[in-house]
């Protein structure tokens, strides 16, 4: 059981808008940054969204993030067959004294 | 460019003990912190344990499920990161990644590795 509370799938044709939630808890979610990873398959994580709702460069525009009180979530607008990955949302967690995920969720694009 | 590359995984017996790597390159290492993280097979991401640099302490903090069995430490003349792993059991049989924690943020892992596969199993 994940600290972090994901959807474990999400899925859209292409061109939808798609959103992922997170939930956690006031020691984490509620007190920390939030991120988003993106895994491709056979592949390591990468980030897709730092401090809430940042892109690095190189993440279009496509994606975006938000974050309130104690839950976030991942928008993907104008849904592409290569977005199809697992997303995973992580944040640091004063109780445990670490980092936690979210279970993951798959996206397919149908 | 930085670089992360895992070695030393492999197939260990339930109560064996396995010392994974981490070489690092393409950044100054003595001044990051590092950790690791694993993936079960088919399963999500588990953070494992991080060490602060040297300059800060060089101090580790580690996840229930691995702490007092597994240690995290650093070679900076090496730049190298390693994971000492004992008293292995099934649950631990993952892929194990080596990251790059943003000292302001350890959630923030900016960079990872290619991951090396570790299999307890009698």
């Known amino acids: 059981q994940s600290v972090l509370t994901q959807p474990p799938s999400a899925s859209g044709t292409p061109g939808q808008r798609v959103t992922i939630s997170c939930s956690g808890s006031?020691?984490?979610?509620?007190?920390?940054?939030v991120y988003w990873y993106q895994q491709l398959p056979g592949t390591a994580p990468k980030v897709l969204i730092y401090?809430?709702?940042q892109r690095p460069s190189g993440v279009p525009d496509r994606f975006s993030g938000s974050k309130s009180g104690t839950s976030a979530s991942l928008a993907i607008s104008g849904l592409r067959s290569e977005d199809e990955a697992d997303y995973y949302c992580?944040?640091?967690?004063?109780?445990?004294?670490?980092?936690?995920f979210g279970g993951g969720t798959k996206l397919t694009v149908l | 460019e930085v670089q992360l590359v895992e070695s030393g995984g492999g197939l260990v017996k339930p109560g064996g003990s396995l010392r994974l790597s981490c070489a690092a390159s393409?950044?100054?290492?003595?001044?990051?912190?590092m950790s690791w993280v694993r993936q079960a097979p088919g399963k999500g991401l588990e953070w494992v344990g991080r060490?602060?640099?040297?300059?800060?302490?060089?101090?580790?903090d580690y996840a229930a499920p691995v702490k007092g069995r597994f240690t995290v430490s650093r070679d900076d003349s090496e730049n190298t990161l390693y994971l000492q792993m004992d008293s292995l059991i099934t649950e631990d049989t993952a892929v194990y990644y080596c990251?790059?924690?943003?000292?302001?943020?350890?959630?923030?892992?900016?960079?990872w590795g290619q991951g090396t596969l570790v299999a307890v199993s009698s």
């Open positions: 990251t790059t924690p943003r000292k302001d943020s350890s959630a923030w892992l900016e960079y």
């Open positions: 393409g950044f100054t290492f003595s001044n990051a912190w």
């Open positions: 060490i602060k640099s040297k300059t800060d302490g060089g101090t580790t």
């Open positions: 006031s020691s984490n979610i509620g007190s920390y940054y």
């Open positions: 401090r809430n709702d």
């Open positions: 992580a944040a640091w967690d004063d109780s445990l004294t670490g980092v936690v």
